[in-house]
């Protein structure tokens, strides 16, 4: 199965927005819990460039990481799993085939 050969049904994509976007927001709660948890501990000027440093970087990771285009999708898909920001279960409902590839690329 060639990617670019890849079609997704509506239930497919339902599938895979539904596993992006819990990713993308359990992500999301991280970075969040992190910035609380270290907040108290800046001290001097250094340590708030530091912080933004940190914010654009994750903010270009993020914004980079969720591409949801259907040619793609199934290498998101593979890179969340292999974060551990999403499990195959949380695919459930892909053709087989699809969810092989997935697998598949998650050894790379």
Do not use: C
């Not at 060639?2 to 339902?14: D, G, H, R, Y």
């Not at 340590?47 to 793609?72: M, N, P, T």
């Amino acid at each position: 199965m060639q990617q670019a050969e890849v079609q997704w049904s509506p239930e497919e994509k339902k599938i895979a927005q539904a596993a992006l976007e819990g990713a993308r927001d359990r992500e999301i709660e991280a970075v969040i819990k992190s910035i609380r948890e270290n907040a108290g501990l800046i001290s001097q000027i250094e340590d708030v460039w530091q912080l933004h440093d940190y914010l654009s970087a994750k903010r270009h990771e993020i914004d980079g990481k969720y591409d949801d285009r259907e040619s793609f999708l199934m290498f998101t898909l593979s890179r969340l799993i292999k974060d551990g920001l999403i499990d195959l279960v949380d695919l459930s409902g892909l053709e087989p085939e699809k969810q092989s590839k997935v697998k598949i690329l998650t050894r790379m």
